[in-house]
């Protein structure tokens, strides 16, 4: 992108209009369309006449991130490497469930919110994607795996509550009726527990899902392996807050690490905080990213996890290992090329 260029695909329909005062109005439209559908060329915007696509040329940029690294997994579970414009690798994974394709994706290259199981945050926050950076991994992906995409997970690299201005642009942009038009039920964000952010989106009034990474019930287990833990109570008042804005039910994720925080008295106390709250258990299987030693749990273990906070009350589900062979944890494959930037 260049210094003082407009990104285009992140405009809305009347942005657009605002930028071509001498074009008919119908034309902004248009141009949504084509940008909406992720064009990567103005040249591919064959209905408009070329002093208009020179026109757009000359005042702004489209965000066509190439696709530097693909690995697909035996489930059909696809794994894409971008490459940005300015260098930076980030990572979307293509998903495949009975109810249709979802694409998880990253909202900032790097992270700064120093999860010790975690390999995005290695090197710290690097910059925030913009909500065209963030549209162009759900048509980038369409286009690359060729399957239609009809929800998002904000689940890859970054933290969204920590770039939520444009990752409220984006949610936006994806429910416009002239581009994708996915409800924003469709789309699940993912965060880390920033309290400000969580009454921030509450009161956007978008209908998204939130989860919620807990990945422990208590403070001295959750601070250790989320050091920006602002205290499992007051995670859960936001949580309640939460809800009481928006009528949705929350998600809480967690990773289930050997010894670590998968013991059954660790469920009990789990189970007990939940007690009562429209509140959904997702389990997910860790995957070992050489950080901090940790280890998945066992099998078994998971099903005792599962029943203990069951018994409670809350729903829970283990989430199936999609991609395991393909290092499809967050972070793992932007690593793995040793360097942030990819070539
Ligand atoms: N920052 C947000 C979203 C990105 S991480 C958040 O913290 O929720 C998405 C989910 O993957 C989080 O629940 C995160 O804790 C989890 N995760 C990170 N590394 C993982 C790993 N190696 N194995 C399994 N889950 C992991």
């Given at each position: 992108?260049?210094?003082?260029?407009?990104?285009?695909?992140?405009?809305?329909?009347?942005?657009?209009?605002?930028?071509?005062?001498?074009?008919?109005?119908?034309?902004?439209?248009?141009?949504?369309?084509?940008?909406?559908?992720?064009?990567?060329?103005?040249?591919?915007?064959?209905?408009?006449p070329l002093p208009l696509r020179e026109r757009l040329a000359a005042l702004g940029c489209l965000t066509a991130p190439r696709?530097?690294?693909?690995?697909?997994?035996?489930?059909?579970?696809?794994?894409?490497?971008?490459?940005?414009?300015?260098?930076?690798?980030?990572?979307?994974?293509?998903?495949?469930?009975?109810?249709?394709?979802?694409?998880?994706?990253?909202?900032?290259?790097?992270?700064?919110?120093?999860?010790?199981?975690?390999?995005?945050?290695?090197?710290?926050?690097?910059?925030?994607?913009?909500?065209?950076?963030?549209?162009?991994?759900?048509?980038?992906?369409?286009?690359?795996?060729?399957?239609?995409?009809?929800?998002?997970?904000?689940?890859?690299?970054?933290?969204?509550?920590?770039?939520?201005?444009?990752?409220?642009?984006?949610?936006?942009?994806?429910?416009?009726?002239?581009?994708?038009?996915?409800?924003?039920?469709?789309?699940?964000?993912?965060?880390?527990?920033?309290?400000?952010?969580?009454?921030?989106?509450?009161?956007?009034?978008?209908?998204?899902?939130?989860?919620?990474?807990?990945?422990?019930?208590?403070?001295?287990?959750?601070?250790?392996?989320?050091?920006g833990n602002p205290g499992v109570s007051a995670l859960l008042d936001a949580c309640r807050r939460y809800f009481k804005a928006?009528?949705?039910?929350?998600?809480?994720?967690?990773?289930?690490?050997?010894?670590?925080?998968?013991?059954?008295?660790?469920?009990?106390?789990?189970?007990?905080?939940?007690?009562?709250?429209?509140?959904?258990?997702?389990?997910?299987?860790?995957?070992?990213?050489?950080?901090?030693?940790?280890?998945?749990?066992?099998?078994?273990?998971?099903?005792?996890?599962?029943?203990?906070?069951?018994?409670?009350?809350?729903s829970v589900t283990s989430r199936r290992r999609l991609g395991q062979e393909i290092d499809a944890a967050c972070g793992q494959?932007?690593?793995?090329?040793?360097?942030?930037?990819?070539?």
């Open positions: 992108m260049t210094e003082g260029q407009v990104e285009l695909a992140a405009c809305t329909p009347e942005e657009l209009r605002a930028l071509l005062p001498e074009a008919p109005a119908y034309r902004a439209g248009q141009v949504f369309r084509w940008l909406q559908k992720g064009v990567r060329a103005f040249d591919e915007m064959t209905d408009l696709a530097a690294r693909r690995q697909t997994a035996r489930d059909g579970t696809e794994k894409i490497l971008w490459r940005l414009s300015d260098g930076q690798g980030v990572e979307s994974v293509f998903m495949r469930y009975r109810h249709g394709n979802t694409v998880c994706l990253s909202t900032q290259a790097g992270c700064r919110q120093g999860c010790a199981f975690c390999a995005s945050t290695v090197g710290g926050l690097i910059r925030n994607l913009t909500a065209g950076e963030m549209l162009a991994q759900v048509t980038g992906a369409a286009r690359e795996v060729g399957a239609p995409v009809s929800g998002v997970v904000l689940m890859g690299i970054g933290e969204p509550l920590d770039n939520l201005d444009e990752v409220e642009r984006f949610v936006r942009l994806l429910a416009h009726p002239d581009g994708l038009h996915m409800s924003p039920r469709r789309v699940s964000l993912s965060t880390c527990g920033l309290i400000d952010g969580i009454d921030r989106l509450a009161a956007l009034a978008l209908p998204l899902t939130l989860s919620v990474s807990l990945h422990a019930a208590d403070d001295e287990t959750r601070t250790r392996l989320m050091p928006t009528g949705r039910r929350v998600s809480y994720e967690y990773i289930l690490l050997r010894d670590v925080n998968d013991t059954e008295d660790r469920a009990h106390l789990l189970g007990r905080l939940l007690a009562g709250a429209p509140a959904h258990v997702n389990l997910i299987p860790y995957n070992p990213t050489g950080r901090g030693g940790f280890q998945p749990s066992r099998p078994d273990q998971v099903r005792r996890f599962a029943a203990a906070v069951a018994s409670h009350g809350p494959l932007r690593r793995q090329t040793g360097q942030n930037v990819v070539q």
